[in-house]
């Protein structure tokens, strides 16, 4: 279980993330939405203790922060929006130096090493440096290495960012599995599908503050399961009613063509935060 309480962290005179308050049950997917400079990766760096908050309270598995950190380290793995890994040394030195970190013995590391790069498909590029790899084969490789000490929690800032639709759905695959096998995870996106696929629950997070929490589906109906859509001008207009039939009844009273479809996440964020998801 991951405890946010007023978490707060100020930049100067910049408040990136502001009394941020919500709980994340154990076994969740749970998605952090929001715009550019929103504070999704601020909160996920309070959360790995990479950044101090400036105030409020963070519990991961009951234990307190920065109190518990040695403790916390060990219950945590985290994928970083940008790459960290050491691109002179090859896949397996990568997780060798992780494993080494954590303490694990030579045999258990051994041991996990190779169930790992063969878990997330990249037994056969172990001996080969990071230099000749893939975005998707580097960020593949940041998975490995973060769940390599058994990690209960894992943070995934942005995780298939510039990466192709194909590979996209096999990591949306990969974490939907870790999260079966048990596992806690807490991931940032842009990819407003890719909450809608992966997340029990997102929050959205405008210029650091909580503005909707719930399931993609709680957050769809609130809005209204079904939206008309019309030109006005340049514009496109929209309006959602809570039944297809309202919509529809709507529609036809219009004196121009409109659409009717199933509102979606991205219409929660739309109306929320008054933008569009970029990359989405
Ligand atoms: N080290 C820093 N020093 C000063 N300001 C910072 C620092 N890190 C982040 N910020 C500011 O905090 C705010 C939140 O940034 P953050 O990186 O958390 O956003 P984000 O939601 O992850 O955005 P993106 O979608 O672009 O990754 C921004 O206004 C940013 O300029
Ligand atoms: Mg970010």
Redesign the pocket.
Known sequence: MIELENLTKQ?GN?T?VDQLTLTIARGETFGLL??????????IRMLTMLTKPTSGHIRIEGLLLPKNEKKVKALIGVVP?FFNLDNELTAKENLELHGRLHHMSVADRNERIEALLDYVDLADRSYDQVTTFSGGMKRRLMIARALLHRPQVLFLD?PTVGLDPQVRRRLWDLVRRMNEEGLTVLL?T?YIEEAEHLCSRVAI?DK?RLIALDSPKALCRRLGRFVVEWPEGEETKARFFAAREEAASFAGQLAVAATIRHSNLEDVFVELTGRRVAGA
């Open positions: 930049f910049r990136a929001g715009p550019n400079g929103a504070g999704k990766t601020t909160t929006q942005e940032t842009h997070l650091g």
